[in-house]
């Protein structure tokens, strides 16, 4: 069963920040968050990852309590293309990582 | 570089036969996953091969199968399909030595129905 529970829909406004977020109260020391999104119709698609520190690249922010009970992902400027259910994954990393999919949020970023 | 690409794309087949889904891993990598996923859920773990060899394995019947070949491309065979053998076929490729080791790539699905 998946780690990890997220609402199961979400709605942003095109141009305005979008806000994820997850809980993941069993965390153990080791194991990182993860961040998938998969549009409609296609494979999954890798966004970000973090064990304890926030991270930020061209796609997101990540951000991470300081407990690593719950986290945030930001997309700082959502736009239609965006619109896709997002995956919040809690795995001990590497490369034979087996990333335990939930049910995601569906963002839907509206124009 | 290339991405991950599965083939087919889509395909029908009858309850009880057998199926064989292929995958070209991205160009270099070494790590091959399996995912099934069913309409309205997330992707749910096969099985992943390493170096040819299954690296762990998912709550899945022996009815699934795989192969990982020298050049890393990988099959999923399926016996005896059941009508809820019905789904998404996705298949992830990473490599452990790499820069992006903790990134797995999709490649786009095979979307299989049985009847």
């Known amino acids: 069963d998946a780690k990890t529970t997220q609402p199961p829909s979400m709605d942003c406004a095109e141009g305005r920040a979008a806000n994820l977020p997850c809980n993941h109260s069993?965390?153990?020391?080791?194991?990182?968050v993860y961040w998938y999104r998969q549009i409609h119709s296609q494979g999954p698609q890798y966004i970000i990852h973090?064990?304890?520190n926030n991270e930020t690249n061209e796609m997101a922010s990540l951000i991470i309590t300081e407990d690593r009970k719950s986290s945030t992902l930001i997309l700082p400027h959502a736009t239609l293309r965006d619109t896709a259910v997002y995956y919040c994954?809690?795995?001990?990393?590497?490369?034979?990582?087996?990333?335990?999919f939930g049910t995601g949020t569906l963002l839907a970023v509206q124009p | 570089e290339t991405g991950v690409t599965q083939s087919p794309t889509h395909l029908i087949k009858t309850r009880g036969q057998q199926v064989t889904l292929r995958c070209s891993s991205q160009?270099?990598?070494?790590?091959v996953s399996w995912y099934q996923q069913a309409l309205g859920q997330g992707p749910q773990f096969i099985f992943q091969?390493?170096?040819?060899?299954?690296?762990g394995r998912g709550n899945f019947p022996p009815r699934f199968s795989g192969l990982q070949f020298p050049n890393y491309s990988s099959e999923l065979n399926v016996n005896a399909l059941e009508l809820d053998d019905s789904a998404l076929y996705l298949c992830?490729?990473?490599?452990?030595?790499?820069?992006?080791?903790?990134?797995?790539?999709f490649g786009p699905g095979t979307r299989l129905t049985v009847l």
């Open positions: 992830a490729s990473s490599d452990l030595f790499s820069e992006s080791t903790d990134t797995q790539y």
């Open positions: 069993t965390i153990s020391g080791n194991e990182y």
């Open positions: 973090g064990l304890k």
């Open positions: 994954i809690v795995g001990y990393g590497g490369a034979t990582n087996k990333l335990i």
């Open positions: 160009s270099g990598h070494n790590t």
């Open positions: 091969y390493y170096r040819e060899e299954e690296n």
